[in-house]
Nanobody, 131 residues
Framework: QVQLVESGGGLVQAGGSLRLSCAASAASGRTFNNYAMGWFRQAPGKAREFVAS????????YYADSVKGRFTISGDNAKKLVALQMNRLKFDDTAVYYC?????????????????????WGQGTQVTVSS
């Protein structure tokens, strides 16, 4: 079982920045670099959508078009942390942000962008961008 805990959400003005963190505990017998990590978000009344993902080895990264160039995902396997740096925030970025994990035998496997492919989820952290 993998436990994920997000932090770093809050209220920020449009154009500002926030940094989200996700602390993970790997399942017994598995190393953290075998887990691809993803960030998803869900706004009120909308489906949960993909934001960014990173492979366990850190070499493969994907971003949703809506955040490309503004958000940066990064991982620290030694600390079992995944961060999402969010710059130039927009009102439409307002949502609950979730961290997710999926196990891969190959740390260099392409990280999933479909939420249904992730096995473990955090409780979410609220990001509110005021216009």
């Amino acid at each position: 079982q993998v436990q994920l805990v997000e932090s770093g959400g809050g209220l920020v003005q449009a154009g500002g920045s926030l940094r989200l963190s996700c602390a993970a505990s790997a399942a017994s017998g598995r190393t953290f670099n075998n887990y691809a990590m993803g960030w998803f978000r869900q706004a009120p009344g909308k489906a949960r959508e993909f934001v960014a993902s990173i492979s366990g080895g850190g070499d493969r990264i994907y971003y949703a078009d809506s955040v490309k160039g503004r958000f940066t995902i990064s991982g620290d396997n030694a600390k079992k942390l995944v961060a999402l740096q969010m710059n130039r925030l927009k009102f439409d970025d307002t949502a609950v942000y979730y961290c997710a994990a999926r196990y891969y035998v190959d740390p260099n496997a392409y990280p999933a962008i479909n939420r249904y492919e992730y096995d473990y989820w955090g409780q979410g952290t609220q990001v509110t961008v005021s216009s």
